[in-house]
């Protein structure tokens, strides 16, 4: 067990700290997680519902502290209350949707009259998650959720920078008999998850695009499933005939949620040259009546990073703009006011792909807007990146624009607005395109199914052929 320190990004001090588990202490828990599945799966749904929504009981009465502790890690209160919300929200609606999604009736089919069949779920044993620091609930909990209602056990393991949810969660899961084992948290860094990734038999995680790499040779070693969410650059298109205020108010929102430490952030846009000097203009003049949250509470808009190093990689990505000819209209490098490290929303016009800012995630407030004349020069634009995970188009309606969405190399494209898939997260599924990730929807009520394998059960209730008959035996 080695100590953990943990940073405060509002005062930049370190006053908090946790014991990283050791691989043998994973190991325990793995196996204390896999004994007490066999009876979470065979107790069937009803029960599971039962206990999970015991358990979102749990969450409303005690959640008051998972937020504190979760508003000191992030030094967010309105989206920590969310993100608990959140949670509640994914209990009640995979519960709702699992006897549908999982329902197993038995079949005929014409071809072959006399079989009746079944095709069953069989839930993996244990299931790992490794999630990052951008929402910490949340991003441990999407695809744990639908792991447990679907009849798997869980093991967690939450960002090493954001820890402080874990202990009052903890405590949640241990108010509700028959849940303690089912669903554990594990603390610690990249040596713990490489840990549960060895002990799991599929792996989720939400992460960077280099650990998800590793993450996906350490499964394909142990020949284990790994379903990958991993980095974004999302683009909005802005057509000729686009309505200019919209977009601009549409696209800050999206930039600048959560100072824009957000995967599916619009981090690069396109503006049709009819329209980019005004579409620049509105978003200026739009940005500038937010402010900095100096304290929670305070009507402010935005926080500190979370994230320290964050700081020193925007810096970066905008000291190369600036050398290679781009212009920031507004906002501006990192600033550290008393420990906590601040970037202002920042505009920045004149770029092109040749800069780091356009085409490498930059996880912050930093929109950056090029000016195209065609729409093919937009699509290649917009298709010019590694990334896939989702995407804006604005247009003068929503056929325009989603004709042209239809080009996008990304798994959900807003159009006319921004995070829709978000937003529709049990109705409208995707999938991340490109290096944005691997493996099928985690939106969509069918996410429960990444979590089982399919065992068909087959009779047949006719003459079974003679062995006379070998050679017409039926393929
Ligand atoms: P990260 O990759 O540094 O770490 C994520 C998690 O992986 C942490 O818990 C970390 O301890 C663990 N880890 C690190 N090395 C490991 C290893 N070798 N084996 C096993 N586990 C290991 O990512 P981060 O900085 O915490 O998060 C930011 C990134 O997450 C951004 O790229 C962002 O786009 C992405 N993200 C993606 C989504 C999505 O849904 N696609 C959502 C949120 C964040």
Redesign the pocket.
Known sequence: MSAMEVRNPRTGQYDYSFYAATAEEVGKMADRARAAQRQWAERGLEYRTQVLMAWADALKTQGADIVAALSVDTARTRISEEELDAVIHFIHGFCEAAPEVLATPFRKVASHPDVVFKVTYVPYSLVGV??????PLV?SFIDAIPALVAGAAVII?????TPRFVEPLRKTIEAVPGLKDILQLVQ???????A??AKADAVV????????R??AV?AAEAFIPAFL????KDAAVVLEGADVERAATSILRSALYNSG????AIERVYAHASLHDRLVEAMVRQAATLKRSLAAGDGGHYGPMI?SRQGAIIDAQLDDAVAKGARIVSGGKSQTVDGAVWIDPTIVVGVSHEMTLMTE?T?GPIVPVMKFSSEDEAERLMNDSQFG?SGAVFGPDSHVAGNFALKMEAGGVSINDTELPRVMMFDGEKT?FKQ??MGGS?YGATSLLRYVRKRALLANEGAVPPLSKLEETPL
């Not at 490794?130 to 929402?135: L, T």
């Not at 393991?157 to 920078?161: F, L």
């Not at 610690?188 to 490489?194: D, L």
């Not at 430490?261 to 599916?264: L, N, S």
């Open positions: 490794i999630s990052p620091w951008n929402f991003l393991k939450p960002s090493e920078v610690g860094g990249a040596s713990t998850g490489q549960l990734v995680f939400t992460g960077s695009i280099p650990t998800g590793k993450i350490a969410e991993l980095g974004g430490q957000v995967c599916y994230f995630e996880f995970l991340a944005s990730g985690r």
